[in-house]
């Protein structure tokens, strides 16, 4: 058993660097020194609220989920891994069982072990233990730092599969933070074009258009349901993508989705229950609303798209920290949205 240093949250703002035990591999997993780590949004509502939802941190807690590291020791049955290989980690563990699982969609497992999410630990740590086909080779030439984010470039590979978006079709990414601006490069990797994104961060549009954005609107400054219609005729996109978890974003979908189209709903709203103009969406445009819960079997496609350069990782990573830095570096990203895309803790 190793010993590892991590930074572990008991409470609400209250985050300390200490030693932890770090177990041995099972034989069909492998133990990762781990280089980098994203922070998420969820890393910040866990450190600054205690829970999400009904998952609360009810004992000591190691958050951090979008990672990636070295391989430093295989389990006896391990064949496809070897010590020095450097992978991006997929953090959610599924029962392997259930129907889920055996139909593909075993993000829905209801025995899901999500790292990061309590009760489980996830990679602000050292070192890290994970079921070896839970781990993805990373391309030569892809850094550590860009391994990490191939975990948000998943969600938005899960996106891009869930909404059925193909090559022509006009997109429209509401919300240009991380997981927008990550939908935006896999809906663009697909082929959709023309692509429109909203936000209302100055600095955010300008790395959507850096990244492939055909438009984009200020939000703060522009109608946005009237700008779509204007640049798209009248007509409205095929896919729409609500990444900015807004009630107020996600109820103006319907109005600039053509009929027959698909709203993705990606990003997750405060309120559990808010209201939608089902007559609208239902019964006069006949319009698809299609759900994303993390990502399941699309790892693999996103870190190949990575290597062929199709997707930018790099232009995402705009700050880095030490594992020390945590407590700092969770409230730093917190509070600067305007200059901050993502921060990554590097252990």
Known sequence: MRKAKAAVLYK?????????????????????????????????????????????????????????GEIVEVGKAVKERKVGDRVAMEPGIPCRKCEFCKSGRYNLCPDMKFLSCPPYDGFFVEYAVLPWDFTFLLPEGISF?????????????QAAKRSGVSAGDIVAVLGAGPIGLCTLQVAKAFGASPIIVTDVVPSRLEMAKKMGATYTINAREEDVVKKINELTNGRGVDVTFECAGQTSTTQIT????????????VGVTSEEVYPMPMLEIAHMRELDVRGVFRYANVHALTVKLLGEGKLDAKSLITHSFSLEETKEALEFVDTNKDKVIKGVIKP
């Open 254 to 265: 319907p109005y600039i989705t053509k009929p027959g189209g698909v709203i993705t709903l």
């Open 145 to 157: 730092e860009e391994g990490a984010m191939v975990e948000p470039l998943s969600v938005g590979m």
């Open 12 to 68: 609400p703002f209250d985050l300390r660097i200490e030693e932890v035990d770090v177990r041995d591999p099972a034989d069909d997993e492998v133990v990762i020194r781990v280089k980098a780590v994203g922070i998420c949004g969820s890393d910040i509502h866990f450190y600054k609220e205690g829970k999400i939802g009904k998952f609360v941190v009810e004992k000591p807690l190691i958050l951090g989920h979008e990672a990636s």
